[in-house]
């Protein structure tokens, strides 16, 4: 379905899945008008406005058979709307057995970020099998109707997954999950525990986990503080000791992914966002150490770009839709929301690596610190720029040691 729309308009649609429980696909990302779906479902309403580069939503919908639905696609803008709707699969979901499946899968851009809405009665619960690549998986219900909802993962049926457990970390208090999945698959049971029916969103997302969230503030040297977001490659920003260091690439830049952050807590009352497994410096025992954000405990000590200290004094979760950004400088590391962090991330490396640290992030990006000009152009031909993509140069240095560092490493060792 496509037509020319003004700013301000709207389009109203009604279906009835005639025979079968189906989950459908609303898909608007080819619009190039800003767009927004209202959702009625069973009598309850609720707005969707993100999912796409261009910020028209795409997201699947349990539709049951016999029942009427309708939504509208809300014009913000002067541009077409380009929508389509299709049927994806029979429904599942009504046991761990039988579950609806969630795909990461990079060269399909329909479900990278995968948005599922569903009416839930009292008491009523669905199941989700998560197969997702190396990350995290990330699930949270902020924008459901119901009042009270339960959230609980499994690393297969009947095998809880107790290490960490489900966050209130959504404005309106429901929970939301970050978890690394064993084997990468994670089940997630989703249940409506509030005394009457509503809409559950489910938000799952799975990005990798090396970068801040989009609000982060960074000093620059000519602009003052401005959000991480609006960093251009050739700024200078704040390191360590108070040095200004050149922003000469970008790690991550994906304003269009949602994340489910660490959230750091300080005594003077800042606090700093950050995906779980990106390096942070704490001090120990008079030295700065590395450690992974999601280690980070109350109590541990940061620093600022005069050295001073600050004291961690509550930790927590928050989700943003509005992107992930990992700079890379020219020291590989950054003054961020006031205190000091590296730009690298415990990633898993092939051998004789295995493990990312810091040392060998600043080894690894050596040509791009100091060299920037020559790759420079690659990322200013990108409106998005991810350092680890598909299209940039990084997965060829990876790809070399795998093809011939590891096998005399094997073979030696």
Known sequence: FTMRVSEDESIHFVFTPPTSDVLILYDACGSDAGLNIVLQDSGEELSVSDGCDNAAPIFHHAAYAGTEYSFALESTSIGSISFEFRVLDILRGESCDNPILVVDNNENPIEVEYYFIGFLNAGDELWFQYQE?????????CRSTVATASLDAFSGCGAPIDE??????????????SVDPPDNVVIFSVGNTSPSAGII?????SVDDACFAARTIVATQHQGEIAISELKLGDFVMGAKGEWVEVVSWLHRRPDVSSNFVEIH???????????FHYVYVLSEGELVIKRADEVNIGDLFVDQHQNTQRVVKLGRISYNDGIYAPLTSSGDIIVDGVLASCFVDLKLPKPFFQCTQNIGLAYTLPLRYYPDYFRSWYESKTTGDWFGSDSPFPAVVEFFEDHVEPVYDLIF
Not at 133 to 141: E, K, M, P, V
């Open 164 to 177: 960490q457990p489900a966050l209130e970390n959504c404005s309106n208090g429901l929970p939301s999950y």
């Open 201 to 205: 969103f489910a938000d799952f997302f």
């Open 266 to 276: 300080f005594e003077r009352g800042n606090s700093l966002a950050i995906l779980g």
């Open 133 to 141: 690549s190396d990350n995290t998986a990330d699930i949270n219900l």
